[in-house]
């Protein structure tokens, strides 16, 4: 009876003083837009980009900077209470940004920190900064043109159309996911800065969890093509040749080891082009040879490109190897080696539509 009786006083004095939730105001945090890390001079700095409302309107909405550094990542986080007067709230972050140093040299590391962080959101976006720090990017002075570098940047990532030559699958899960391939492979895109003024283009290409190259944006557009990604807009052959890419297909085969088969399908729509007779088969065929010659140049030098500088970013291994496992297996200790001399063939075919001119397809 007496154990019984301590047991209901101390159920009772923990009901009492043991609370389920601590409550605070959305006003007692300072809420983190964005993360930079950079490694610079052997030591982490993090940049932090904190919201800040003027006049408690949220259309005043500006950020304020911090940076902290030291030779341990989770130190130099955790460090960043000391360099704010309110705690600082990581689970709104929408951008993380890497400088070029660090994705060349300590990014498995960083990954696997915020991977192990609770607080950071798998759907946050993740960019490389060329040939700059991240600090530098949030440190822009523009502050008229990018209040918030962070909202800034994912507004401009959610407009950037598919042919713009921007590789936009850039969430944080994604790259994790394909940086744990541990194989050549595109990750993020590429921020830049030139003038005061933000450029989001291309997209960085890893070797394992380090920085190798960087894809332009007509590399993007090309793999994009060779992927068969479905790409809408409006593309620029020349100044006098313009059209409305309305679907692609593709498929890549190996004809045999040495012999890599792609073939492409681009359906095209000429809606306004007062240079070209529309209503001439012989010039529809002209248009055809035009697109498809250019298109196959373009696909094969920039493979050729990659296959010099022995970056697989097509796929080509794993293609061999999911397809084609006999010829795999005479090549796999040396792929990439083999990789450099396998013969590109591009064959494509251009459907022109006419429907919006001439009122007819062709």
């Excluded at 088969?281 to 498809?292: G, T």
Aim: glycine share 4%; proline share 1%; charged share 25%.
């Amino acid at each position: 009876m007496r154990m019984k009786n301590s047991l209901l006083i101390l159920c009772f004095l923990l009901t009492i003083f043991c609370s389920g939730c601590i409550y605070k105001e959305i006003e007692d945090y300072a809420i983190a837009a964005g993360i930079g890390v950079d490694y610079e001079n052997n030591k982490y700095q993090i940049t932090l980009e904190i919201l800040m409302e003027e006049s408690g309107k949220t259309t005043d909405q500006k950020s304020s900077i911090i940076t902290v550094e030291d030779e341990n990542l989770s130190v130099a986080m955790n460090d960043l209470k000391y360099y704010y007067p309110l705690e600082v709230f990581l689970n709104h972050c929408v951008m993380i940004i890497f400088g070029e140093k660090l994705a060349q040299e300590k990014l498995k590391e960083t990954i696997s920190y915020f991977v192990s962080n609770p607080h950071i959101r798998s759907s946050v976006y993740t960019m490389v900064a060329k040939e700059k720090t991240a600090k530098e990017i949030f440190e822009l002075k523009n502050k008229d043109a990018y209040p918030i570098i962070s909202l800034s940047l994912l507004e401009s990532i959610n407009k950037v159309p598919t042919i713009a030559g921007v590789w936009a699958i850039d969430r944080f899960h994604h790259s994790v996911n394909m940086l744990l391939m541990d194989k050549i492979s595109l990750v993020m895109p590429i921020v830049t800065l030139e003038e005061d003024k933000l450029y989001i283009d291309g997209g960085a290409i890893f070797d394992g969890y380090k920085l190798a190259a960087y894809a332009d944006a007509l590399d993007i557009i090309v793999l994009q093509l060779i992927w068969g990604f479905d790409i809408k807009g409006t593309a620029h052959l020349s100044d006098e040749l313009t059209f409305e890419i309305e679907r692609i297909s593709s498929d890549l085969k190996y004809e045999n080891i040495n012999k890599l088969n792609v073939d492409i399908g681009i359906d095209v729509n000429f809606m306004d082009n007062t240079n070209i007779d529309l209503e001439s088969a012989e010039a529809i065929r002209k248009l055809q040879l035009k697109i498809k010659t250019e298109i196959e140049k373009v696909v094969i030098d920039t493979i050729k490109k990659y296959q010099s500088d022995g970056l697989d970013v097509i796929g080509c291994e794993f293609l061999m190897y999911r397809k084609n496992g006999s010829f795999y297996r005479k090549v796999e200790d040396n792929f990439l080696e083999h990789f450099k001399n396998i013969e590109i063939v591009c064959n494509t075919n251009v459907n022109i539509r006419t429907s919006g001119v001439t009122g007819r397809g062709m």
